[in-house]
């Protein structure tokens, strides 16, 4: 299995419910490709033992589009799931996300909150080894055993435009664990750092590299799109289509 794959527009993955826009040229475009080098030749984050990484470059989310989500995962964790996860819809991932946070729920909440198809989408979630059923009540399987990310890192690139870039960065929080914006380098002055310190968001430069690492934020997953990379990370990890950094 590659060390490092990336999931980009020439890898066709839209069967498996992965959608990634297309490269645009531009300057930013140009920022992203040197960073995906840059990393691929200094290794700047340390990569737990047993893990992947798959980095994914503008994939679709209700949010938008980030322009690189870096993905850490367990092959160990992801090795033990069967196949049925692979038919696991989104609403499938909102279920098993809200069971993990809200603990052991009986049918009938969860038949007031979700509404259709929850005995069906519960069922299948059994088969996936990822719930279990006592008596009138559902609960979530141990986390460490169905969710196998560590770390999620989103990068927003901006030429121009900080601000926007912070506000894009600090909504990337609503799935990553770690949230950065990626400029050519940092204007003078402290406005920009003091701007993204408040809001635990980090700095990298191309001029310098990293300038200011994020605040550790609440651990993963932090919504069911935090699921949705766990999923997509691991159904890519076997497919001989992946283009390498």
């Given at each position: 299995?590659?060390?490092?794959?990336?999931?980009?527009?020439?890898?066709?993955?839209?069967?498996?419910?992965?959608?990634?826009?297309?490269?645009?040229?531009?300057?930013?475009?140009?920022?992203?490709?040197?960073?995906?080098?840059?990393?691929?030749?200094?290794?700047?984050i340390?990569?737990?033992?047993?893990?992947?990484?798959?980095?994914?470059?503008?994939?679709?989310?209700?949010?938008?589009?980030?322009?690189?989500?870096?993905?850490?995962?367990?092959?160990?964790?992801?090795?033990?799931?069967?196949?049925?996860?692979?038919?696991l819809?989104?609403?499938?991932?909102?279920?098993?996300?809200?069971?993990?946070?809200?603990?052991?729920?009986?049918?009938?909440?969860?038949?007031?909150?979700?509404?259709?198809n929850?005995?069906?989408?519960?069922?299948?979630?059994?088969?996936?080894?990822?719930?279990?059923?006592?008596?009138?009540?559902?609960?979530?399987?141990?986390?460490?055993?169905?969710?196998?990310?560590?770390?999620?890192?989103?990068?927003?690139a901006?030429?121009?435009?900080?601000?926007?870039?912070?506000?894009?960065?600090?909504?990337?929080?609503?799935?990553?664990?770690?949230?950065?914006?990626?400029?050519?380098?940092?204007?003078?002055?402290k406005?920009?750092?003091?701007?993204?310190?408040?809001?635990?968001?980090?700095?990298?430069?191309?001029?310098?590299?990293?300038?200011?690492?994020?605040?550790?934020?609440?651990?993963?997953?932090?919504?069911?799109?935090?699921?949705?990379?766990?999923?997509?990370?691991?159904?890519?990890?076997?497919?001989?289509?992946?283009?390498?950094?």
């Amino acid at each position: 299995m590659k060390s490092t794959t990336l999931i980009d527009k020439t890898c066709n993955f839209a069967s498996l419910g992965i959608f990634i826009r297309p490269i645009r040229s531009g300057p930013e475009s140009e920022l992203v490709t040197w960073f995906l080098k840059w990393f691929s030749e200094t290794n700047p984050i340390k990569i737990p033992r047993g893990c992947q990484v798959t980095i994914f470059r503008e994939p679709k989310l209700e949010s938008g589009f980030p322009d690189l989500v870096i993905v850490i995962w367990s092959v160990k964790t992801a090795c033990s799931w069967n196949e049925i996860r692979n038919d696991l819809t989104q609403e499938d991932i909102r279920l098993i996300h809200y069971l993990v946070r809200e603990g052991p729920s009986s049918y009938s909440e969860l038949n007031a909150i979700f509404s259709y198809n929850v005995a069906t989408r519960l069922e299948k979630l059994k088969a996936a080894n990822m719930v279990r059923q006592q008596t009138n009540f559902w609960s979530a399987r141990p986390l460490s055993k169905i969710f196998a990310v560590r770390r999620i890192i989103s990068i927003e690139a901006k030429i121009n435009e900080l601000g926007t870039a912070l506000e894009q960065a600090h909504l990337n929080t609503w799935f990553a664990s770690h949230s950065y914006i990626l400029v050519p380098r940092v204007p003078r002055g402290k406005n920009l750092i003091t701007a993204a310190r408040a809001l635990g968001i980090g700095i990298l430069a191309k001029s310098s590299g990293i300038v200011e690492a994020p605040l550790l934020p609440d651990e993963l997953p932090r919504s069911y799109a935090s699921w949705l990379f766990n999923e997509w990370a691991w159904k890519t990890a076997f497919c001989e289509d992946l283009v390498t950094t």
